[in-house]
Nanobody
Framework: QVQLVESGGGLVQPGGSLGLSCAAS????????MRWYRQAPGKERELVAG????????NYADSMKGRVTISRDNAKNTVYLQMNMLKPEDTAVYYC?????????WGQGTQVTVSS
């Protein structure tokens, strides 16, 4: 059974930083493209960042480019999202996503709230 478990969310002040982790199990982690999405109240889920399975290439949403870094540790079956210079509009539930031609999986999400 595939499980993606996010952690690291919480409350942070504007301008602050937060690091999220997503631990995967039940799949061959290194073969999956890993992505972070977010969904704010009343809005559609949107892609934040992605990292490739083979070459580790990365891509970022324009809204977060320069403020966020995605990375992965295949030995630990974990993908990370480091977020800096956070803004109130970054408040959302952040979801981990694993995708490959064999299937797609989602975590349960972790809440990030940016507020003073």
């Amino acid at each position: 059974q595939v499980q993606l478990v996010e952690s690291g969310g919480g409350l942070v002040q504007p301008g602050g930083s937060l690091g999220l982790s997503c631990a995967a199990s039940g799949l061959t982690f290194s073969r999956f493209i890993m992505r972070w999405y977010r969904q704010a109240p009343g809005k559609e889920r949107e892609l934040v960042a992605g990292i490739g399975s083979v070459d580790g290439s990365t891509n970022y949403a324009d809204s977060m480019k320069g403020r966020v870094t995605i990375s992965r540790d295949n030995a630990k079956n974990t993908v990370y999202l480091q977020m800096n210079m956070l803004k109130p509009e970054d408040t959302a539930v952040y979801y981990c996503n694993a995708v490959r031609w064999t299937g797609e999986y989602w975590g349960q999400g972790t809440q990030v709230t940016v507020s003073s």
